[in-house]
């Protein structure tokens, strides 16, 4: 098994990567806000999470 050459004109510049990165942050950002909405989760909660029944 041939080990794999590494193209050198494959590779990107670190200011790439990062804002690569920043994309994929702020997208990851946005859906957790989305599905952890904070008023949803507070409509869904109980008045009173302490008191329960049994």
């Known amino acids: 098994m041939k080990a ?5 004109k494959d590779a990107i510049s670190r200011q790439q990567a990062i804002q690569k990165l920043g994309k994929y942050a702020a997208l990851t950002a946005l859906g957790t806000f989305i599905i952890l909405n904070p ?14 029944p049994w």
């Open 4 to 8: 794999k050459k590494y193209n050198h």
């Open 39 to 52: 008023k949803k989760a507070q409509a869904a909660s109980p008045p009173n999470p302490g008191d329960s």
